[in-house]
């Protein structure tokens, strides 16, 4: 799969050797050539889309705000769905669509570098027909009995709006979803309005912080909203499918408690980083929860049996910090986004008397054997294109930060877990920036203790330095103190695994 992926980039770099001054099909990340593009910055999408449930079938016009970085006289968007009209700075422009992702565009006179221009693209297609081609497969488009979800990482963008898809770009955004009379219409940010048509009614969205592009989402179909202000002055706005069964009453109790959540999170992170809260519970197993910016959209799964699960909205909550906020810099940085949150489901378990974050260190740590290769064998680090979203990455990348915490003690590892989100808010970062942080805050040489944990494919030895108690490697915790805190284990495993059958991604 990733040949056919690293052919397309060969084919575009050739490209823009003959042109000499074309932007490039991708923007260098090393899982995914052709995710992002080269040669120009996205400031701002005004996305306006009309869609329609009965026949699936997505019409829409986005404007892209951006600023050139180099000498263009040529540049991509990527985009799934089939362009019909592409102006560049309100003059129409020559297109052709090289492969699946990619929408060339020539412009009629070349764009100089450092200058902002526009490009609005006409484009309408079928999104549930979309299939990728690369190293992921995974179409992330879905459709529900009324509606339909827009929800991936780390690809969705492409299914609905044409963009420079890629964390490293990130925008603002308004967001226009117009659909049949009646119906919901959900996105990010805050909702500042509605018009009503004879068949049709729009829903208009605003992002005021910087996103990336897979954090953009819609959501379509019968939604119970509900909203207000929090103490603090944002507002929040849930959603819950009106079709949802038990699971949507769980779901709904839980959701309510989001201000809550948020509250806990920034008095251990900082902060809240955005202008609006909420979530979105739509009828549709899509077998995984995603940090949408500001408003996560959950699997109805995630409260089968109409169980509560108020680790899942711990889980998503906490990527506003670190993931929305704090943006990878390429996709093999995505332990700074699931160690991170898994490791914040430990801290709110150790903040409400269900295990301490040191107790369930010990549990996953004595919980998998080192000849468990499955497990101990991904390299938290570097997982591969397609392996971000495996269950290590979340476990061992949770452990990671506990160890680290022993390592380096609770007030020097808070400080760098707030030092990081306040630094890079808005923007993005790296692990070695991280593990940068950390040596500069601690004061200590940390590389033994990171190679250990993120970069060996092995299970680090019980040892001070690495942040464990040496007892560990043989001595087991009493069967009573063993249950309470498996069972939260089990609640935050479950709240980070997928329902039984479908693949995993948050
Ligand atoms: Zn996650």
Redesign the pocket.
């Known amino acids: 799969m990733a040949a056919a992926a690293t052919a397309y980039a060969l084919v575009a770099v050739s490209g823009a050797s003959a042109a000499g001054s074309a932007g490039g099909a991708g923007i260098g990340d090393p899982y995914y050539p052709l995710y992002g593009n080269g040669g120009y910055d996205v400031n701002h999408y005004a996305i306006d889309v009309a869609y329609t449930p009965a026949t699936d079938r997505l019409v829409g016009r986005t404007t892209v705000r951006a600023t050139t970085t180099q000498y263009l006289t040529r540049f991509n968007l990527d985009l799934a769905l089939t362009a019909s009209a592409v102006t560049v700075n309100g003059r129409p422009a020559t297109f052709t669509k090289p492969n699946w992702h990619e929408l060339q565009i020539t412009p009629a006179s070349a764009l100089n570098p450092g200058t902002p221009f526009t490009v609005e693209v006409r484009y309408a297609g079928v999104p549930s027909t979309v299939t990728p081609v690369g190293p992921t497969t995974f179409t992330p488009w879905t459709r529900t009995a009324d509606g339909a979800v827009a929800v991936g990482e780390p690809e969705i963008a492409a299914w609905w709006y044409p963009s420079n898809d890629h964390p490293r770009d990130k925008a603002t955004f308004d967001i226009a979803l117009t659909v049949p009379k009646g119906l919901e219409a959900l996105s990010n940010g805050r909702l500042v309005g509605k018009t009503f048509g004879t068949s049709t009614d729009t829903w208009r969205w605003r992002v005021a912080n910087p996103m990336t592009t897979y954090l953009a989402f819609m959501a379509v179909g019968q939604f119970t909203v509900t909203r207000g202000t929090t103490p603090a002055g944002i507002p929040w706005l849930n959603a819950i499918a009106a079709n949802g069964g038990a699971e949507a009453a769980a779901a709904a109790a839980d959701l309510a408690r989001t201000p809550e959540v948020v509250d806990w999170h920034a008095s251990q992170w900082g902060p809240y980083p955005f202008e609006a809260m909420g979530g979105v519970a739509p009828a549709a197993e899509t077998g995984f929860a995603l940090?949408n910016q500001t408003r996560p959209v959950y699997s109805r799964g995630f409260w089968a049996g109409g169980q509560s699960n108020i680790y899942v909205v711990v889980?998503?909550l906490a990527?506003q910090w670190y993931?929305d906020s704090v943006s990878v810099h390429s996709w093999r940085d995505i332990w700074l986004?699931?160690g991170f949150?898994t490791f914040a489901t430990w801290k709110w378990s150790e903040a409400h008397g269900e295990g301490t974050a040191n107790q369930i260190l010990r549990q996953e740590y004595q919980g998998y054997a080192a000849s468990e290769d499955w497990f101990w064998g991904v390299t938290i680090g570097d997982p591969g294109a397609a392996g971000e979203f495996q269950w290590p990455v979340y476990s061992r990348g949770a452990m990671t930060l506990q160890a680290l915490r022993n390592r380096i003690g609770t007030a020097t590892f808070m400080n760098l877990m707030r030092s990081w989100a306040k630094a890079r808010a808005g923007g993005n970062g790296s692990i070695s920036q991280f593990i940068a942080l950390a040596e500069g805050l601690s004061g200590q040489d940390l590389t033994a203790f990171f190679d250990a944990w993120l970069y060996t494919p092995s299970k680090p030895a019980a040892t001070v330095a690495n942040g464990l108690d040496p007892r560990w490697a043989t001595m087991l915790v009493s069967p009573a103190e063993r249950s309470q805190v498996e069972a939260t284990r089990e609640r935050i495993k479950a709240a980070?695994q997928p329902p039984p059958g479908r693949s995993s991604r948050?």
Do not use: D, R, S, V
Request: charge should be negative; proline fraction near 0%; hydrophobic fraction near 10%.
């Open positions: 940090e889980h998503e990527h993931g986004n699931e949150a980070t948050k």
